[in-house]
């Protein structure tokens, strides 16, 4: 089988939400353990001047629905950016992987040429080639704020591993 757009996305994307999840399930998990609230993680950074944690995940979720939306030529559904519980922002992470799955294939595959125009910015846009958009600033971008949303929680003392980010849905950890 030869790589597309929609087998270099959809899967990827699925999976990185999806252990994203297991992560979070960890971290309610772990905060049941020490007897505390998890939702004070809601508002966790690495530093001052960085997103918290509810936005890294709200990122996330939306660097794949938008990518996957545009590849496609299609309107992503839009959220209210409004969670400030773990049960919202899993929720959210529910409600993303939901409208990946009504993404078919079709809609994705014969597309790498297209020109792709999206925001960079405040006021700024960047055109892309559709494979160029997803290997170059999707893939990469949803990848930074998974890991972001990795790191918040290890620092604040989940137990979390590599397998965790890598495997953690299909490990059942």
């Not at 997103?51 to 590849?71: C, E, H, N, T």
């Not at 496609?72 to 899993?90: H, Q, V, Y």
């Not at 930074?144 to 490990?171: C, E, M, P």
């Amino acid at each position: 089988m030869s790589l597309t757009l929609s087998s270099a996305s959809l899967p990827i994307f699925r999976t990185g939400l999806a252990n994203l999840d297991h992560c979070l399930a960890k971290a309610e998990a772990n905060a049941a353990a020490r007897k505390f609230d998890p939702n004070v993680l809601v508002g966790v950074r690495l530093a001052p001047d960085m997103l918290p944690f509810a936005a890294q995940i709200r990122i996330a979720g939306d660097a794949a629905k938008l990518a996957v939306a545009r590849m496609a030529g299609i309107e992503a559904p839009k959220f209210e950016d409004n969670e400030s519980t773990f049960a919202e922002l899993r929720e959210r992470i529910a409600k993303t992987q939901a409208w990946l799955e009504t993404i078919s294939p079709a809609q994705l595959d014969g597309r790498e040429d297209v020109d792709i125009t999206f925001p960079v910015g405040r006021d700024k846009t960047r055109t892309m080639k559709g494979e160029a958009y997803l290997k170059h600033w999707a893939l990469p971008n949803f990848f930074f704020h998974v890991t972001t949303a990795y790191a918040l929680l290890r620092h604040n003392g989940v137990d979390l591993g590599k397998s965790d980010y890598l495997l953690g849905a299909q490990a059942g950890n």
